[in-house]
């Protein structure tokens, strides 16, 4: 019985660990995940910015559902980073790889400051969403301004 245990959890930390990697055949599917994720992604932490910068008028119905999308796609790409995929199509810089520590942090960072953005256009009112925006697009920037070429 032991023996099966440790089998199984063996089975299971693969399962978690590989999923990642082996949902790509190719370098070049990864780099396309990544981007579609972070162009979708975009589009709807953009959705949130015109509200919350005034440019259109304050949904607080679009702003709770576009958040839920933004938060959600913030924690997909990440896995889409793995070996050879630093060539290619991407505006990836090397320090994704060579900083990997630095660049998990601004990315656990984003997904934080996502999480507390999707709570805040759930409160309803447009104050609570422009004070989450502006971190939440600070913690963007970073990322590209450090990892992105533009």
């Not at 998990?104 to 989450?132: P, S």
Request: charged share 25%; aromatic share 8%; glycine share 6%.
């Amino acid at each position: 019985m032991k023996r099966m245990s440790g089998l199984f959890s063996l089975a299971m930390a693969m399962a978690v660990t590989l999923p990642a990697q082996a949902q790509f055949a190719k370098p070049e599917d990864a780099v396309k995940y990544r981007k579609a994720s972070f162009t979708v992604m975009s589009a709807h932490f953009g959705r949130l910015g015109a509200m919350a910068n005034g440019r259109v008028p304050y949904d607080a119905k679009a702003a709770a559902e576009n958040a839920d999308v933004a938060l959600t796609l913030s924690k997909l790409p990440w896995a889409a980073f793995g070996e050879g995929t630093d060539k290619g199509d991407t505006r990836a810089k090397p320090e994704i790889w060579k900083e990997s520590a630095k660049y998990k942090d601004a990315a656990d960072k984003m997904q934080v400051e996502m999480g507390k953005l999707n709570v805040a256009a759930k409160a309803g009112n447009i104050d609570a969403l422009k004070a989450a925006f502006g971190p939440a697009a600070a913690s963007c920037k970073a990322c590209h301004d450090n990892f992105r070429k533009d």
